[in-house]
T-cell receptor
Protein backbone atom coordinates (compact mmCIF):
# COMPACT_ATOMS: atom_id res chain seq x y z
CA UNK A 1 0.00 0.00 0.00
CA UNK A 2 1.27 3.45 -0.85
CA UNK A 3 0.92 4.74 2.73
CA UNK A 4 3.62 2.50 4.20
CA UNK A 5 7.06 1.71 2.87
CA UNK A 6 9.82 -0.53 4.16
CA UNK A 7 13.50 -0.32 3.41
CA UNK A 8 15.55 -2.07 2.36
CA UNK A 9 13.49 -4.65 0.48
CA UNK A 10 16.30 -7.18 0.58
CA UNK A 11 19.43 -7.42 2.67
CA UNK A 12 22.19 -9.93 3.19
CA UNK A 13 24.34 -9.42 6.25
CA UNK A 14 26.96 -11.29 8.20
CA UNK A 15 26.51 -12.88 11.58
CA UNK A 16 27.37 -10.50 14.39
CA UNK A 17 26.74 -7.27 12.50
CA UNK A 18 24.05 -4.78 13.50
CA UNK A 19 21.19 -4.25 11.07
CA UNK A 20 18.48 -1.61 10.99
CA UNK A 21 15.25 -1.91 9.08
CA UNK A 22 13.08 1.09 8.45
CA UNK A 23 9.32 1.49 8.26
CA UNK A 24 7.89 4.78 7.05
CA UNK A 25 4.21 5.73 6.96
CA UNK A 26 2.35 8.70 5.56
CA UNK A 27 -1.02 7.86 7.17
CA UNK A 28 -0.35 9.52 10.54
CA UNK A 29 -1.46 6.29 12.26
CA UNK A 30 -0.65 6.03 15.93
CA UNK A 31 0.15 2.32 16.07
CA UNK A 32 3.02 0.62 14.30
CA UNK A 33 4.16 -2.99 14.51
CA UNK A 34 7.03 -5.18 13.47
CA UNK A 35 6.32 -8.80 12.63
CA UNK A 36 8.51 -11.58 11.37
CA UNK A 37 7.21 -14.33 9.13
CA UNK A 38 8.76 -17.77 9.03
CA UNK A 39 7.52 -21.01 7.46
CA UNK A 40 5.37 -22.91 9.92
CA UNK A 41 5.17 -20.00 12.35
CA UNK A 42 2.98 -17.50 10.59
CA UNK A 43 3.28 -13.88 11.67
CA UNK A 44 4.83 -13.23 15.07
CA UNK A 45 4.95 -9.84 16.76
CA UNK A 46 8.42 -8.56 17.58
CA UNK A 47 7.78 -5.05 18.92
CA UNK A 48 5.11 -2.45 18.57
CA UNK A 49 4.64 1.25 19.17
CA UNK A 50 1.63 3.17 20.39
CA UNK A 51 3.11 6.61 19.91
CA UNK A 52 6.30 8.59 19.61
CA UNK A 53 8.87 7.16 22.01
CA UNK A 54 6.25 4.66 23.29
CA UNK A 55 7.14 1.08 22.45
CA UNK A 56 6.65 -2.35 23.93
CA UNK A 57 7.76 -5.92 23.38
CA UNK A 58 5.94 -8.58 21.45
CA UNK A 59 6.24 -12.35 21.73
CA UNK A 60 9.63 -12.69 19.98
CA UNK A 61 11.52 -9.56 21.03
CA UNK A 62 14.83 -11.09 22.14
CA UNK A 63 17.72 -9.79 20.03
CA UNK A 64 15.69 -6.88 18.67
CA UNK A 65 15.25 -3.26 19.64
CA UNK A 66 13.08 -0.52 18.19
CA UNK A 67 12.86 3.23 18.15
CA UNK A 68 10.20 5.70 17.16
CA UNK A 69 11.34 9.31 17.28
CA UNK A 70 8.70 10.53 14.80
CA UNK A 71 5.14 9.44 14.13
CA UNK A 72 6.02 8.38 10.61
CA UNK A 73 9.13 6.27 11.29
CA UNK A 74 9.56 3.01 13.19
CA UNK A 75 13.00 1.43 13.17
CA UNK A 76 13.83 -2.17 13.96
CA UNK A 77 17.41 -2.95 14.94
CA UNK A 78 19.05 -6.33 15.19
CA UNK A 79 21.82 -5.62 17.65
CA UNK A 80 24.03 -8.52 16.52
CA UNK A 81 22.46 -10.50 13.72
CA UNK A 82 22.25 -14.28 14.03
CA UNK A 83 21.26 -16.90 11.47
CA UNK A 84 18.01 -17.51 13.38
CA UNK A 85 17.00 -13.97 12.47
CA UNK A 86 16.94 -14.81 8.79
CA UNK A 87 13.33 -14.08 7.99
CA UNK A 88 10.88 -11.84 6.21
CA UNK A 89 10.06 -8.78 8.28
CA UNK A 90 6.80 -6.92 7.90
CA UNK A 91 5.85 -3.58 9.30
CA UNK A 92 2.19 -2.80 9.86
CA UNK A 93 0.18 0.24 10.89
CA UNK A 94 -3.22 0.70 12.43
CA UNK A 95 -5.37 3.49 13.75
CA UNK A 96 -6.95 1.71 16.70
CA UNK A 97 -9.24 3.97 18.71
CA UNK A 98 -10.82 1.33 20.93
CA UNK A 99 -12.43 -0.16 17.87
CA UNK A 100 -10.48 -2.34 15.54
CA UNK A 101 -9.62 -1.61 12.00
CA UNK A 102 -7.58 -3.74 9.69
CA UNK A 103 -3.83 -3.53 9.68
CA UNK A 104 -2.04 -2.18 6.63
CA UNK A 105 1.19 -4.04 5.95
CA UNK A 106 4.31 -2.90 4.18
CA UNK A 107 5.81 -4.92 1.36
CA UNK A 108 8.33 -6.57 3.66
CA UNK A 109 12.09 -6.86 4.03
CA UNK A 110 13.73 -10.17 3.24
CA UNK A 111 16.76 -10.47 5.53
CA UNK A 112 19.38 -13.16 5.17
CA UNK A 113 22.05 -13.57 7.83
CA UNK A 114 25.05 -15.57 6.64
CA UNK B 1 -1.21 -16.92 26.23
CA UNK B 2 -3.94 -16.43 23.69
CA UNK B 3 -3.72 -18.78 20.73
CA UNK B 4 -5.37 -18.66 17.33
CA UNK B 5 -5.35 -21.91 15.42
CA UNK B 6 -6.17 -22.49 11.78
CA UNK B 7 -6.90 -25.64 9.85
CA UNK B 8 -5.99 -26.97 7.45
CA UNK B 9 -2.42 -25.77 7.06
CA UNK B 10 -2.48 -26.56 3.34
CA UNK B 11 -5.26 -27.11 0.84
CA UNK B 12 -4.94 -28.02 -2.79
CA UNK B 13 -8.05 -27.86 -4.98
CA UNK B 14 -9.00 -28.10 -8.60
CA UNK B 15 -10.23 -24.88 -10.12
CA UNK B 16 -13.98 -24.65 -9.62
CA UNK B 17 -14.00 -26.60 -6.35
CA UNK B 18 -14.97 -24.98 -3.07
CA UNK B 19 -12.54 -24.21 -0.26
CA UNK B 20 -12.99 -23.64 3.47
CA UNK B 21 -10.54 -22.66 6.18
CA UNK B 22 -11.35 -22.69 9.87
CA UNK B 23 -10.08 -20.54 12.69
CA UNK B 24 -10.36 -21.22 16.42
CA UNK B 25 -9.36 -19.01 19.30
CA UNK B 26 -8.50 -20.10 22.83
CA UNK B 27 -10.37 -17.05 24.12
CA UNK B 28 -13.51 -15.15 23.23
CA UNK B 29 -12.77 -12.46 20.68
CA UNK B 30 -14.22 -8.98 20.35
CA UNK B 31 -13.72 -9.29 16.61
CA UNK B 32 -11.92 -11.41 14.08
CA UNK B 33 -10.12 -10.30 10.95
CA UNK B 34 -9.11 -12.11 7.80
CA UNK B 35 -6.12 -11.39 5.60
CA UNK B 36 -4.86 -12.77 2.30
CA UNK B 37 -1.24 -13.00 1.31
CA UNK B 38 -0.39 -13.74 -2.30
CA UNK B 39 2.84 -15.66 -2.99
CA UNK B 40 5.76 -13.28 -2.54
CA UNK B 41 3.46 -10.54 -1.28
CA UNK B 42 2.35 -9.04 1.98
CA UNK B 43 -0.83 -9.69 3.99
CA UNK B 44 -3.80 -7.67 2.83
CA UNK B 45 -6.82 -7.00 5.01
CA UNK B 46 -9.98 -8.64 3.71
CA UNK B 47 -12.67 -8.17 6.33
CA UNK B 48 -13.55 -7.79 9.99
CA UNK B 49 -16.38 -9.56 11.80
CA UNK B 50 -17.66 -8.18 15.07
CA UNK B 51 -21.06 -9.61 15.95
CA UNK B 52 -21.85 -13.08 17.24
CA UNK B 53 -23.09 -15.26 14.38
CA UNK B 54 -22.22 -12.61 11.80
CA UNK B 55 -21.99 -13.63 8.16
CA UNK B 56 -20.47 -11.41 5.50
CA UNK B 57 -19.99 -11.99 1.80
CA UNK B 58 -17.54 -10.60 -0.69
CA UNK B 59 -18.39 -12.00 -4.11
CA UNK B 60 -17.41 -15.69 -3.88
CA UNK B 61 -16.03 -15.37 -0.32
CA UNK B 62 -18.24 -15.99 2.71
CA UNK B 63 -17.01 -15.20 6.20
CA UNK B 64 -18.68 -16.41 9.39
CA UNK B 65 -18.13 -15.58 13.05
CA UNK B 66 -19.28 -18.21 15.52
CA UNK B 67 -22.03 -17.70 18.05
CA UNK B 68 -19.55 -17.95 20.93
CA UNK B 69 -17.14 -15.57 19.15
CA UNK B 70 -14.33 -18.08 19.43
CA UNK B 71 -14.32 -19.48 15.92
CA UNK B 72 -14.63 -18.32 12.37
CA UNK B 73 -14.53 -19.65 8.85
CA UNK B 74 -13.80 -18.46 5.35
CA UNK B 75 -15.48 -20.25 2.47
CA UNK B 76 -14.63 -19.69 -1.17
CA UNK B 77 -17.11 -20.90 -3.76
CA UNK B 78 -15.85 -22.13 -7.11
CA UNK B 79 -12.18 -21.31 -6.63
CA UNK B 80 -10.21 -19.55 -9.32
CA UNK B 81 -6.46 -19.35 -9.86
CA UNK B 82 -6.59 -15.79 -8.56
CA UNK B 83 -7.57 -17.17 -5.14
CA UNK B 84 -4.11 -18.70 -4.67
CA UNK B 85 -2.38 -17.53 -1.53
CA UNK B 86 -2.30 -17.90 2.23
CA UNK B 87 -5.32 -16.89 4.26
CA UNK B 88 -4.81 -15.73 7.82
CA UNK B 89 -7.27 -15.06 10.58
CA UNK B 90 -6.36 -12.76 13.44
CA UNK B 91 -7.93 -11.70 16.70
CA UNK B 92 -7.10 -8.96 19.19
CA UNK B 93 -5.02 -9.91 22.19
CA UNK B 94 -7.23 -9.21 25.16
CA UNK B 95 -8.78 -5.80 24.71
CA UNK B 96 -5.67 -4.40 23.10
CA UNK B 97 -4.73 -3.15 19.68
CA UNK B 98 -2.37 -6.08 19.12
CA UNK B 99 -3.49 -8.87 16.82
CA UNK B 100 -2.64 -12.52 17.26
CA UNK B 101 -2.46 -14.26 13.90
CA UNK B 102 -3.19 -17.85 13.06
CA UNK B 103 -0.50 -19.69 11.11
CA UNK B 104 -2.56 -19.49 7.95
CA UNK B 105 -3.97 -21.85 5.36
CA UNK B 106 -2.06 -22.02 2.11
CA UNK B 107 -4.37 -22.52 -0.85
CA UNK B 108 -3.15 -23.76 -4.18
CA UNK B 109 -5.47 -24.10 -7.17
CA UNK B 110 -4.85 -26.44 -10.06
CA UNK B 111 -6.18 -24.95 -13.33
Amino acid sequence: DAGITQSPRHKVTETGTPVTLRCHQTENHRYMYWYRQDPGHGLRLIHYSYGVKDTDKGEVSDGYSVSRSKTEDFLLTLESATSSQTSVYFCAISDWTGEHYGYTFGSGTRLTVV
Amino acid sequence: GQQVMQIPQYQHVQEGEDFTTYCNSSTTLSNIQWYKQRPGGHPVFLIQLVKSGEVKKQKRLTFQFGEAKKNSSLHITATQTTDVGTYFCAGPQGGSEKLVFGKGTKLTVNP
